[in-house]
């Protein structure tokens, strides 16, 4: 063990802290120790210097990852791989026979009560699944001699599967993430057929920071859009009438011009996170009616596709995204909230099971944590992008 001397230090923090020196510059690459490898490591005692440390504490890295993503997980299923969605279009409404009744020698009297009145059904069909998987290599008998007691071993090999369930959470989260953007990737591409996005967009794909500027004849920035309390006002608005909009039956709000609604109960709303803090923070801090301008009811995101190297405002509030039947990528920055119905996208019967094999001549287990699952978009349902641009 090496042991340093930080009298000096302590003496110098002492004034600090009552206020009879200024802040000074302090050195404390040698009192807050960050870790070494083994082979780096100090295992010398300090009295006849030729015995070796031994470890007195072991601590186990082994945190669960939650999820963090919108809960968009549906029921599975064990037997069959095709879920079709049944959907069947409203009838017209005709002419009321009771009150255009006719003279029996009228030869335009007909009342045929036996004629048939087909519905308008129709399906779509899902069959498509992604799979991956895990392996970790797990020995026994090999590692008994790095730990005291079976509690330390399980308590290591605990830190091995927790490992595993993090990594395949972060994944399965990322994939839930590629479900939204695909759908999103697919509005943009509707809307702007050109490539091009700084326009005004439409009903499914609205373009908060054109409306805004047009509206009040103002010059403000996409970036600056998010942390400006008059923007911030104007965005509330705007996705507080869409909700309202959506509850009501109409074509405008899916790109299939399906007639459709969306109850509260059924809605989705999935904001960036930046965004969301921004405006609960600007907005509420500067009204004793928070009810009348905060943002609606809302999952967060820390960003749609990744966070880049520096947590950009490009990174996190862009996509890019090749859809299916999308012959090039599209890129689209400022996106900052989605709503989508329940039944616009999902996760369909996700699966994780582990299978065991072991090696007799090295004496170890090897695992192989399996997983699939089945994501789906329906584009005849409601789904509204807000983006700046």
Not at 37 to 56: K, M, P, W
Not at 277 to 290: C, G, P, R
Not at 337 to 342: G, K, N, P, S, Y
Request: proline share 4%; aromatic share 12%.
């Amino acid at each position: 063990m090496e042991v340093q001397q930080i009298y000096e230090l302590v003496n110098n923090a002492t004034k600090e802290a009552v206020g009879s020196s200024a802040v000074l510059a302090e050195d404390l690459s040698n009192i807050v120790e960050v870790g070494k490898q083994i082979e780096n490591a100090r295992g010398i005692d300090n009295f006849v210097r030729s015995l070796t440390d031994h470890i007195g504490r072991m601590i186990f890295v082994n945190r669960p990852y939650n999820a963090s993503v919108p809960s968009v997980l549906r029921d599975g299923w064990e037997y069959g791989s095709i879920m079709q969605k049944v959907a069947s279009r409203m009838p017209e409404a005709t002419e009321n026979e009771s009150w255009q009744l006719n003279d029996a020698d009228d030869p335009d009297r007909s009342y045929d009560p036996n004629k048939f009145y087909p519905s308008d059904v129709f399906s779509l069909f899902y069959n498509n699944k992604t799979t991956w998987e895990i392996p970790l290599s797990i020995a026994e008998m090999q590692v008994k001699s790095a730990f005291n007691t079976a509690g330390q071993m399980n308590g290591f090999l605990s830190m091995l599967t927790t490992g595993v369930d993090n990594s395949a959470t972060i994944k399965l989260d990322e994939i839930v993430m590629r479900t939204i953007n695909n759908f999103t990737a697919k509005t943009f591409a509707n809307a702007f057929p050109g490539g091009t996005y700084t326009g005004p967009g439409n009903r499914r794909c609205v373009n908060l920071l054109k409306l805004y500027n047009d509206r009040y004849d103002q010059t403000l920035t996409a970036e600056d859009a998010v942390t400006d309390p008059e923007f911030a006002r104007f965005a509330a608005y705007i996705m507080r009438v869409t909700m309202r909009r959506m509850n009501k039956m109409s074509v405008h709000f899916n790109i299939g011009g399906e007639k459709r609604f969306t109850p509260k109960d059924k809605l989705h709303v999935v904001m960036l996170a930046d965004f969301l803090e921004a405006t609960s923070i600007f907005l509420q801090s500067e009204t004793f009616h928070n009810d009348l301008v905060k943002l609606p009811e809302a999952e967060s995101v820390a960003y749609w596709q990744g966070t880049g190297t520096d947590y950009s405002f490009s990174s996190i509030t862009g996509i890019n995204v090749k859809a299916a039947g999308m012959e090039t990528a599209i890129n689209p920055t400022g996106i900052l909230a989605v709503m989508f119905d329940h039944e616009a996208l999902g996760v369909l019967n996700p699966q994780r099971r582990v299978t065991t094999n072991y090696n007799p001549k090295a004496e170890f287990f090897n695992n192989w944590y399996k997983f699939e699952s089945q994501y789906f978009n329906d584009l005849n349902e409601n789904f509204v992008v807000f983006y700046v641009a």
